[in-house]
């Protein structure tokens, strides 16, 4: 309790001077708490950061629950699954990172070395658009929205997770983020799409494929696997994974 009543340090409106003249004044208690013969800070924060693990523990196999899999079960290669990680960053009041990024931190390596993709995804108007019909949703209450088109109430977080999975979809059949979801200059162009030549330079072992003549037999982002296309006798530039065309996307917008 008495350091909450500190000033924050890592805001923009922070003031090392104030923080210290305020933490004078309750220098003598602050000694006594973390270095005291009882311990008892160290003990409260091994408990902390147990509880801390096992929370993390609990929610990353839930989450690994819903593809079929759970903590220490590696992926089916069988059945291919994506997990797709929003790239938006979340705050509390006080400016301060929250502990959604920790948690990232922790599950992201974790479903990896179960075997599974992970990518990022810009979460640009996934809280915004319908994955139905595409259109733009009325926001009933914080979590809550509504689609007059499809007469259909949706929460906040369940229709943006159908957005990235529609996101990923795009990716994979298209090389591109489905229309709807892409931001809209004044001129009425979309600045995050790709040209049709350079989606064609990008080479058949990236997120998704595509031909005029039909689809490639190649090894997709999604786990499975076919008969392996013949290497070109030509070397295109190659893109990694969803992540990084979305940072791309982000920075042609950003001129």
Known sequence: DIETYLPPLRVSSSNVINYIKKLERVEEQLKGFYNGPDAKYKRHQWDMQRALHGEFQLIAHRLLGIVGGGL????????????????????TKSELTSLHSTFLSYFIPLARSLGYIVVGLNEYYTSKKCPACGLFVAQVDLRRFFCSHCQVYHHRDIMAAGNMANIIQGYLFNQQRPDYIHPIAPDGTMPWKQEPSSRSSTSSGTVGTSSANGPTSTKTAAGGSTKAAPPSKRQHKRSSTVSSLEQSSSKTAGK
């Open 72 to 91: 220490g079960i590696r992926s089916d290669p069988s059945k291919p699954v994506i997990i797709g990680v929003g790239l938006g960053k979340f705050g």
